[in-house]
């Protein structure tokens, strides 16, 4: 994620994680894979969030990859010693790439070099723990839903905007997953055919949103209008504040694109909330106010959704991980309690 | 729905009304309520269709239209004396319009004359019967999903193309309401701000889908063009086919509109299925095989949705309300068995 901020965000919190609202009460070990870093924490079984560690992410191979998730869980379970009586007893894991949530199948991750990989059952093998699996965008959501801008919304879209557009959709209190081929806003045509647009997208696409509205795709798009070497979003969106016309035009296209999407989404899914997550969500009134603006003009009939940046800011990952861990055990302990649809073990 | 047929559907029905599969095993009324004609049936319990009634829709006045529906439910219950033992044990109910169909509120039916009208209560009030009511392109979508061209998709688009445009959103299996404000495809905009395309809509919007790729867009389009009188969409098909190059326009340029908001939604919905339906329908494979076409041409690494014709047609709307006053029943069963949610009585 490029971007950075020109104005404080009211709710991010970029620091210290919150206490997180665990169901099940049991210590669950929460890990983020990015491009670049593995984050991982123990969180107890109140939800406080212990011994968070990061490192550089082993690429190359699934195999590699897994004995670095295996090795964080294992520390993860050591540190748990001094916080409560028992160790972790499930695994939260997010990725970025398609990945079928159901499944627990990473489909495909090209920054981590994987394809067809059931990470979820050999991570599971590996540290004898129930897993859960998930896209980083769409967990980003699940955080937000949960406990940040989201709470309370039926129907809620998050969008993750950092160097791609990743995002998650809640219909109707449940995380779409679409076999991992939903959500994917950020490779969302946006122009009828033979219309004039920014570049190509790496998918091939002809308009995707992100090549407009992501940061990279405003860093991009503002190097190849002014001939300037690639700088960060944050730079554009300094420089449109201080009258660039150039980059002006370049983060208003991306606003208008953000705000058709969002319009469409409201259009088709009526959500209560679209919530603003990611680096570029740093970007404050400057994004905020115009994208309000022009969400606003493009609806008539239709239930306006409240549109907010988001809660959780890096850690947000972290957070996601807990959460759906948390939430396997909640569904487990649901299903082995009398009456529920399973009284097997776990 | 002005637009006929250039090639006859291989899936639609027409004709004679299928038997329904009923669950819920009780006969039910079903009430189709048009702009123009309001259709009503018995279907019994085995789920044949009988004593179909049509009559012009009584507008003006919400009590004018109650009275209607009550008197048509009256019939049908008389109806039911040579089909069974039992009466009637619910109602379904479709109409044109915003619709909240969790609260079983009208709110908003112009062609009705409705605004915030609790139908579903005062319709209950009249005929002692519990009542299902919903928007009909939802509940044509739901009639796809349960028993047409959408059967046995977890997640399904049903777009119905007539005068305008409705939809349906089923997602993991539950058709999504938005509180009566989804689904609303055919006012989704299409253009970025400044960008040229059709004209306004009658709901104010500056691109929405239907002034492009409804029956009634297409007509219009083509009369604007060419100066000459508005007829229907059928002709400009046909126009199209005899190598007018205007009308080959106006309906490539329809096809393109709908092509990208498919394409939009396979991006953020990844469906297994996207049904057309409506009297656009009809047109065969000169809509179907462009509209195809594009849609693969628009996507790169996502799911790609089949595309295919309703199953129903005309009758879409009977269906769809003896289905869902049957899921009513099936529901309040369910609710009323040992271990369900409710013991209580209907």
Redesign the interface.
Known sequence: MTAGSTAAPARADHGRLPRLEMRAGRPVVAVDVGGTLVKSALVDADGEVRAVCSEPTALGSAGALLDQLARAVAEAAAASAGHGPTGPSAVGVHVPG?VDDTRGVVL?AENLGLRDVPLREELSARTGLPVSLGNDARGAGFAEFRMGAARGAR?AVVISIGTGIG?A?V??G?L?D??G?????G???????G?DGPAR?A????SCLEQWASAGGVARNYARATGLPLGGAREVFEAAALGDPTAARVVG?GV??LA?AV???A?????EVVVIAGGLSRAGDALFVPLRE?VD???????RPRVEPARFGDGAGVIASALRADELLEHRLEAAAP?GADGGTW
Request: with cysteine; net charge negative; proline share 6%.
């Open positions: 398609l495909l129907t995002a959709v219909v109707d449940h779409h679409g076999d081929f939903g959500c994917e806003l490779h969302m045509p946006m122009l009828l055919p219309r997208c998918c091939g696409g002809a296209d208008d694109a058709l319009a469409q989404l259009t088709v899914l009526a959500p022009r003009q493009m609806l008539t009939f239709h239930r009456g």
